[in-house]
């Protein structure tokens, strides 16, 4: 046994496990839509912290990660009419219950989440209509726009 063969099937080892994590990269970056039978769903990711929503990046929740969350507070969603959406929610909040509720739907989870939890709802954004998300504890401080556009 050389050590040139040695050598070779480590290279050969390093190369299989760079494929591996282009194909990782590859399947976090389309993580925004999911399949679902012939129909395309997006997921939002909603992290309740700091008495706010706040939007994160990746469309499942994964602690194994840090998280990407937009600072921004209560930010705006802009949607497509008859798109179907999954909105995904954490309480990242310790001690506090937070839930969330469409306003203009009236939809919402049944229970509150309590720190560490979460769930969500799914809806077909309508043609028209104004909406808004909000938490059923916070209405006042937790609210924010959907912009439903073209
Ligand atoms: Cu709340």
Redesign the pocket.
Known sequence: MSIKTKTLGLSFGFLLFSLTGLFLIGSIGSQGTSSNGNSQIKVITLV?KG?AFRVQDSAEPDRSTQPKVIRESNPPLILTPGEQVKLIIRNE?PG????LALEGLELGLSRPLQYGQSDFITFTVPTKGRLEYF?M??PE??RGEIIIKE
């Not at 506090?96 to 839930?99: A, G, R, V």
């Open positions: 309740a008495m909040d506090i219950l937070h839930d938490c504890e916070h401080m937790m």
